[in-house]
């Protein structure tokens, strides 16, 4: 059964660099009739730290995001990766903390945004837009931590005038993986420009994808390359390519 | 074995070289699409690697008991068992084994364990010759190397390299890049040294406590020479390999050939019962099996890490790690490669020394995804970088808290105090916005990422002024 209203978390990397990306996920909700609140006080999910081994930080900073949601209605991500550390790494944060069957309940609410509009809203998309040729890249938390395999594809796959180029590699990282990108910068460096070259060799006009990190790493490897291939994600794709002007 | 460098500069100097780099990508594009080919049904897949990892848990479950029946088991076969809580144990118990048989030279199949600890060197500075006969470590024997990878030691070098190597080394050989002759080249100095040889020494890939048999995968047939043409036969093995019953090994086999080189069985699959029995014709007059801690007992003694001794080792996260593929091998600095390296080498050696090369890894999970055992080896990464910065945790890993600077201690703690404080982040988050085009690129994390990246440049406006101008509800 359709919910009535969701909850959106913007992510602090969406937040930041892609709010795009985040007003399409959230109008893309709203046209298929999804209520959407936005509760004030979002930062960040807490993952940089934990995955670092700070959980104390991690925690402090997850246990108020957690509260920022306290309805019993769909939380919504823009993101694989934060979506996939609510959604699955919460609860072993909170293990054995006072607050943690609340923790886990939230959990259980967590969706990324592709992940919603196909398994839960079942949308349908008309393309709008003229012929385009696209390639995507699969968040790695998204693919692997999510098992989001196929509903990216099949919201790109609605829209008639959208080629979909398979990516090289498709499933190998991009190198973005958080702090390694500045910790090990050579190695990172090495991934996201591969990837880069990878998504020029398919002739694709735009890279899509879910998360933030990957679409700035693999940007600012193009970038750097002095590619003019456009870096998207696929929110703001989506909703570009089927709302009226 | 202990890094003279880091692993982020010999990281480095590996990316710089686009030999290592051309070598390391073409053979595992090729290891990753032979792997995918046998697994043709994910679901068939897994099927096998569930039952896989509940034949190696249930193993790890029963583990001392199983010591004792494997010991018990072996005896009655005739193969004498020993002990070594340390490398330097194992080293010279091996030793005194061929010293009281004055056995001086030792042909080698392929071990792991014996890389582990050092026992080459350890031998040759002892008198015996300690000489390795799988083709791959032959080839890097040659060059006095150590393994790039734990299935195909010599991965990182090309035909053009051997062919350079072997005309060089090898006595009277003429230099071709022929695969076949330069196969058969190494194959005529290894017959006679099979021949000529005291001792014989393997690895273990699987010791049935049942029955008290030792299996030995391969695909050369030099682990059969050296098992069974010298009188003497020395396995060694880590105290995890052992399984219940010779009905665990057929899954286990399955897998491991399959995961690592993309067969559906390998050449050769040996079960070693025991010394020549009477009236047989060939195979050694002793057999000892020796079982090696160094640190695996602590790794056991955790419920979490204890996933990391479901190990077989078949390399597969070495051939599917991103990392992995552009640094190779040796870029690690570690007996054991890649990413059941990252999780292994801390642990043996202590989390503190090891702090830089748990951040090796982008946590990307394609380790996780292929390993036949599900050894959850990003959580355990995660779980050792807690342990490396924390000396809190009560926790049996060595070196806790060791890995902890300063700076980086500052670091989360103002990450932290940003982000619990949504007022603060809102402001920087106007900052950032505002003076989008102003972020210095020398600040020491954007540096890093500009290396091969351009500058990120935060939005105009930020998502949450975005939404605040539309007006949606806050709930």
């Keep these: 059964m359709q919910p009535e209203r969701v909850y959106f978390y913007g992510t602090c990397l969406v937040d930041l660099f892609y709010p795009e990306a985040g007003m399409a996920g959230i109008r893309l909700l709203r046209r298929a009739g999804v209520e959407v609140l936005f509760p004030e006080g979002q930062t960040c999910c807490g993952q940089p730290a934990f995955n670092c081994g700070y959980r104390e930080e991690a925690r402090a900073v997850a246990r108020g995001q957690v509260a920022l949601f306290p309805l019993d209605i769909p939380v919504v991500l823009p ?13 072993e944060l909170f293990h054995g903390e006072p607050d943690e069957a609340r923790v886990r309940a939230f959990s259980g609410r967590v969706f990324e945004l592709t992940q919603f509009l196909v398994d839960v809203l079942d949308v349908r998309l008309e393309d709008l837009g003229e012929p385009v040729k696209v390639t995507w890249h699969s968040s790695c938390h998204a693919l692997r931590d999510l098992g989001l395999e196929g509903q990216p594809q099949s919201l790109l796959g609605q829209l008639a005038n959208v080629e979909l180029a ?65 870096v998207q994600h696929i929110a703001e794709f989506l909703w570009e390519r089927t709302h009226a002007r | 074995m202990h890094a003279e460098t880091g692993f982020r500069e010999s990281a480095a100097q590996a990316l710089g070289d686009p030999q ?138 090309n035909k053009t390299q051997i062919a350079r190597q072997f005309s060089q080394k090898i006595k009277d050989a003429k230099y071709t890049e022929d ?58 093995m880590g105290l ?154 009560a926790s049996a890993v060595e070196g806790r808290g060791t890995g902890r600077t300063a700076t980086e201690d500052l670091a989360w703690r103002l990450w932290a105090a940003v982000l619990s404080r949504p007022r603060v982040y809102r402001l920087a988050a106007w900052c950032a916005t505002r003076f989008r085009r102003l972020i210095p690129g020398g600040l020491p994390l954007l540096k890093a990422w500009t290396l091969s990246r351009a500058k990120p440049v935060p939005a105009r406006r930020s998502l949450q002024e975005r939404v605040r101008e539309e007006g949606l509800p806050h709930g």
């Design chain 2, 179 to 236: 695969v076949d002759e330069l196969t058969a080249l190494a194959r005529k100095v290894l017959r006679r040294k099979f021949f000529e040889a005291d001792a014989g020494l393997s690895g273990v890939n699987f010791a049935v406590a049942d029955t008290g048999t030792l299996c030995l995968v391969e695909n050369e047939g030099n682990g059969r020479m050296s098992t069974h043409v010298p009188p003497l036969h020395i396995a060694v």
């Design chain 1, 166 to 230: 398979p990516l090289g590699r498709e499933r190998e990282c991009c190198g973005f993986g958080g702090t390694f990108a500045v910790r090990h910068p050579e190695i990172s460096g090495s991934m996201a420009c591969d990837k880069a070259d990878d998504a020029v060799a398919t002739g694709a006009s735009r890279v899509l994808s879910t998360d933030g990190g990957c679409l700035l790493n693999v940007q600012g490897a193009l970038e750097a390359k002095g590619e003019a291939l456009r």
């Design chain 1, 79 to 91: 993101s694989g990766s934060c979506a996939g550390m609510m959604r699955n790494h919460y609860p």
């Design chain 2, 20 to 157: 290592i780099r051309a070598n390391f990508r073409r053979a595992m594009d090729g290891l990753m699409a032979k792997r995918a080919a046998q697994f043709p049904d994910p679901e068939d897949f897994q099927a096998m690697r569930h039952l896989g990892t509940a034949i190696r848990a249930r193993s790890l479950l029963k583990l001392p008991a199983l010591l004792e029946q494997l010991e018990a088991s072996c005896l009655r076969n005739g193969i004498q068992v020993h002990w070594a809580r340390t490398c330097e144990e194992g080293n010279e118990l091996i030793l005194g084994l061929l010293q009281a048989r004055g056995a001086t030279r030792l042909v080698k199949g392929k071990s792991m364990v014996s890389e582990e600890m050092g026992l080459n060197h350890f031998l040759e500075a002892h008198g015996v010759e300690a000489l390795e006969s799988d083709l791959g470590e032959y080839i890097i024997q040659l060059d006095q190397e150590t393994p790039s990878h734990i299935i195909m030691p010599a991965i990182h070098k």
């Design chain 2, 240 to 393: 995890e390999k052992v399984v219940e019953t010779l009905e665990d090994v057929a899954p286990l086999y399955a897998l491991l050939t399959r995961s690592a080189t993309g067969q559906a069985v390998s050449t050769y699959l040996n079960l070693i019962r025991g010394p020549r029995g009477p009236g047989e014709l060939d195979g050694p007059r002793e057999v000892h099996l020796v079982i090696l801690d160094n640190g695996r007992s602590r790794i056991y003694a955790d419920p979490q890490l204890r996933a990391t001794l479901r190990c077989i080792r078949c390399g597969a996260c070495m051939n599917h790690c991103p990392v992995y593929t552009r640094v190779g091998g040796h870029a690690f600095q570690a007996v054991y490669p890649g990413p059941i390296g990252t999780i292994l080498t801390p642990q043996m050696e202590g989390v503190g020394v090891r702090h830089e090369l748990l951040h090796g890894s982008s946590l990307c999970g394609a380790c996780a995804e292929v390993c036949p055992v599900e050894i959850p080896i990003p959580e355990i990464i995660v779980r050792l970088r807690r342990e490396a910065t924390h000396r809190d945790a």
